[in-house]
């Protein structure tokens, strides 16, 4: 059983939408990730946050938004996306970001459909 | 920068049987930390094992072992008595040990496993 929980887990959204993908995991980890899957592809990082703050954005276009309210919860704001944004997006945490060689736990991502 | 190259895109294997999945990497780190990772078809990202570079002992987890291989760069993922639950897509993955490097997991493209009964 996965203890990163995300919502929804499918999304269909025209390109005009704003609509919000959500995470979250109550095993007290201090760093959390969203990646980005597309079919038979591996996993791309997208956003990480170390102590609720943004450490990293890998050049993501800003129709995507991240936002970390809390040490549990983990959001991504979508906004005026493409159909080629369609993909799986998966979230991540793992114990402390520093400490790297602490495991990252995934949740069961949410599937993005952009019409 | 740090790269995992899975070289089998795909593997079969018969049921109980035993497969091994390769994984090389390229870095010049000393330290560092590499996971195998398990995607069913229900899209999950599942830790199998990990292994800390540090450790010369191969890491076993059940049914799943590795053969790591430093100087090689090299990071075999065996699994033993294969059951209909392990197809799926498994990716190899590098996290660098270094502080300013330990945010990112690499992973490698991915090898698709077919369990057949």
């Known amino acids: 059983d996965t203890e990163v929980t995300q919502t929804p887990k499918h999304l269909v959204m025209g390109m005009t939408n704003k609509k919000s993908l959500k995470c979250e995991q109550h095993?007290?980890?201090?760093?959390m990730y969203w990646y980005k899957q597309k079919a038979k592809k591996p996993p791309e990082l997208m956003f990480v946050?170390?102590?609720?703050?943004?450490?990293i954005n890998e050049s993501v276009p800003s129709r995507f938004s991240p936002e970390c309210p809390n040490s549990s919860l983990l959001n991504l704001h979508l906004h005026a996306l493409q159909p080629e944004d369609s993909a799986l997006y998966l979230c991540?945490?793992?114990?402390?970001?520093?400490?790297?060689?602490?495991?990252?736990?995934f949740g069961e991502g949410s599937w993005l459909t952009v019409v | 920068a740090q790269t995992v190259t899975q070289s089998q895109p795909e593997m079969s294997v018969q049921e109980a049987e035993t497969v091994t999945l390769s994984c090389t990497y390229d870095t010049s780190e000393s330290d560092y930390y590499l996971f195998w990772y398990k995607q069913p078809p229900s899209r999950q990202m599942i830790l199998v094992i990990r292994q800390e570079a540090y450790k010369q002992q191969n890491a076993t987890e059940n049914r799943f072992s590795v053969n790591f291989q430093k100087a090689a760069k090299s990071f075999s993922l065996k699994i033993s008595d294969s059951q209909l639950g392990d197809a799926a897509m498994y990716f190899c993955a590098y996290r660098s040990a270094d502080q300013g490097g330990s945010e990112k997991l690499v992973f490698g493209k991915g090898t698709k496993l077919t369990v057949n009964p």
């Open positions: 946050y170390s102590y609720e703050k943004l450490s």
């Open positions: 095993m007290g980890h201090r760093a």
């Open positions: 991540a945490s793992s114990p402390r970001e520093l400490f790297s060689g602490n495991t990252i736990y």
